[in-house]
Protein backbone atom coordinates (compact mmCIF):
# COMPACT_ATOMS: atom_id res chain seq x y z
CA UNK A 1 0.00 0.00 0.00
CA UNK A 2 1.19 3.91 -0.66
CA UNK A 3 1.49 6.67 1.50
CA UNK A 4 2.19 6.62 5.05
CA UNK A 5 1.29 8.20 8.54
CA UNK A 6 -1.54 10.56 7.98
CA UNK A 7 -5.30 11.17 9.40
CA UNK A 8 -8.68 10.55 7.28
CA UNK A 9 -8.68 13.31 5.42
CA UNK A 10 -4.69 13.94 4.99
CA UNK A 11 -4.09 12.66 0.97
CA UNK A 12 -7.71 15.22 0.03
CA UNK A 13 -7.11 18.52 -1.36
CA UNK A 14 -9.78 20.83 -1.19
CA UNK A 15 -11.32 21.28 -4.92
CA UNK A 16 -10.99 24.87 -6.62
CA UNK A 17 -13.51 25.60 -9.25
CA UNK A 18 -12.53 27.43 -12.34
CA UNK A 19 -14.34 30.08 -11.86
CA UNK A 20 -12.51 30.73 -8.94
CA UNK A 21 -9.06 30.30 -10.56
CA UNK A 22 -9.53 32.66 -13.01
CA UNK A 23 -11.51 34.95 -10.78
CA UNK A 24 -14.76 35.09 -12.67
CA UNK A 25 -18.16 35.38 -11.11
CA UNK A 26 -19.87 33.44 -14.28
CA UNK A 27 -19.84 29.63 -14.02
CA UNK A 28 -16.71 28.64 -16.47
CA UNK A 29 -17.78 24.61 -15.87
CA UNK A 30 -21.24 25.40 -16.95
CA UNK A 31 -20.15 27.05 -20.36
CA UNK A 32 -17.71 24.36 -21.02
CA UNK A 33 -20.61 22.16 -20.83
CA UNK A 34 -22.94 23.98 -23.15
CA UNK A 35 -19.89 24.61 -25.24
CA UNK A 36 -19.26 20.80 -25.66
CA UNK A 37 -23.05 20.25 -26.24
CA UNK A 38 -23.18 22.83 -28.89
CA UNK A 39 -20.17 21.97 -30.99
CA UNK A 40 -19.96 20.37 -33.74
CA UNK A 41 -16.59 18.28 -33.99
CA UNK A 42 -17.91 16.12 -31.04
CA UNK A 43 -17.56 17.76 -27.66
CA UNK A 44 -13.87 18.74 -28.45
CA UNK A 45 -13.35 22.33 -26.47
CA UNK A 46 -10.59 23.27 -25.52
CA UNK A 47 -9.94 24.12 -21.47
CA UNK A 48 -8.80 27.90 -21.71
CA UNK A 49 -12.35 28.26 -24.50
CA UNK A 50 -14.45 28.48 -21.28
CA UNK A 51 -12.38 30.51 -19.84
CA UNK A 52 -12.49 33.11 -22.43
CA UNK A 53 -16.15 33.27 -22.48
CA UNK A 54 -16.56 33.30 -19.13
CA UNK A 55 -14.30 36.21 -18.94
CA UNK A 56 -16.28 38.33 -21.87
CA UNK A 57 -19.61 37.11 -20.95
CA UNK A 58 -18.67 38.89 -17.81
CA UNK A 59 -16.97 41.75 -18.85
CA UNK A 60 -20.11 42.72 -21.39
CA UNK A 61 -22.61 42.19 -18.29
CA UNK A 62 -20.68 44.49 -15.88
CA UNK A 63 -20.87 47.56 -18.90
CA UNK A 64 -24.80 46.48 -19.81
CA UNK A 65 -25.52 46.92 -15.84
CA UNK A 66 -23.09 49.69 -15.15
CA UNK A 67 -24.60 51.75 -18.34
CA UNK A 68 -28.60 50.71 -16.86
CA UNK A 69 -27.60 52.23 -13.73
CA UNK A 70 -28.98 49.98 -11.93
CA UNK A 71 -28.81 51.81 -8.56
CA UNK A 72 -30.72 54.75 -9.89
CA UNK A 73 -33.91 52.57 -10.06
CA UNK A 74 -36.01 51.75 -7.41
CA UNK A 75 -37.70 48.70 -8.80
CA UNK A 76 -34.41 47.37 -10.44
CA UNK A 77 -32.50 48.19 -7.12
CA UNK A 78 -35.49 45.99 -5.15
CA UNK A 79 -34.78 43.70 -7.72
CA UNK A 80 -31.12 42.81 -8.14
CA UNK A 81 -29.25 42.73 -4.96
CA UNK A 82 -26.12 43.08 -6.01
CA UNK A 83 -23.44 45.59 -6.52
CA UNK A 84 -21.13 45.39 -8.96
CA UNK A 85 -17.08 45.48 -7.73
CA UNK A 86 -15.28 48.34 -9.13
CA UNK A 87 -18.59 49.11 -11.23
CA UNK A 88 -20.04 52.71 -11.39
CA UNK A 89 -19.23 56.34 -12.58
CA UNK A 90 -16.79 58.48 -11.46
CA UNK A 91 -18.60 61.93 -9.94
CA UNK A 92 -17.59 64.84 -12.02
CA UNK A 93 -20.01 68.06 -12.45
CA UNK A 94 -18.86 70.45 -15.79
CA UNK A 95 -17.79 73.52 -14.94
CA UNK A 96 -20.14 75.31 -16.95
CA UNK A 97 -22.93 73.14 -15.16
CA UNK A 98 -22.26 74.70 -11.53
CA UNK A 99 -23.77 77.45 -11.02
CA UNK A 100 -21.37 80.07 -9.64
CA UNK A 101 -22.44 83.46 -11.73
CA UNK A 102 -24.90 84.88 -14.00
CA UNK A 103 -22.77 85.71 -16.67
CA UNK A 104 -21.90 82.15 -17.85
CA UNK A 105 -26.18 81.50 -18.08
CA UNK A 106 -26.55 84.40 -20.14
CA UNK A 107 -23.75 83.35 -22.39
CA UNK A 108 -25.30 80.12 -22.85
CA UNK A 109 -28.69 81.14 -23.14
CA UNK A 110 -27.17 83.40 -25.83
CA UNK A 111 -25.70 81.05 -27.89
CA UNK A 112 -28.51 79.04 -27.65
CA UNK A 113 -30.43 81.77 -29.37
CA UNK A 114 -27.81 82.24 -32.12
CA UNK A 115 -28.17 78.37 -32.76
CA UNK A 116 -31.33 78.80 -32.92
CA UNK A 117 -31.76 81.45 -34.83
CA UNK A 118 -29.13 79.72 -37.56
CA UNK A 119 -31.66 76.20 -37.64
CA UNK A 120 -34.53 78.54 -38.82
CA UNK A 121 -32.68 80.36 -41.12
CA UNK A 122 -31.78 77.49 -42.88
CA UNK A 123 -34.83 75.24 -42.90
CA UNK A 124 -36.28 78.52 -44.20
CA UNK A 125 -33.60 78.39 -47.09
CA UNK A 126 -34.53 74.77 -47.84
CA UNK A 127 -38.42 75.48 -48.00
Known amino acids: ????????DSGKIKSVSRS?????????GRIHRLLKGKTANHGRV???AAVYCAAILEYL???????????GDEELDLLIKATI????????IHKALV???ATTTATATGAAQKQSQVVKSNLAQLV
Open 1 to 8: MAGGKGGK
Open 20 to 28: LRAGLQFPV
Open 46 to 48: GAT
Open 61 to 71: CAEVLELAAIR
Open 85 to 92: AGGGVIPH
Open 99 to 101: SGT
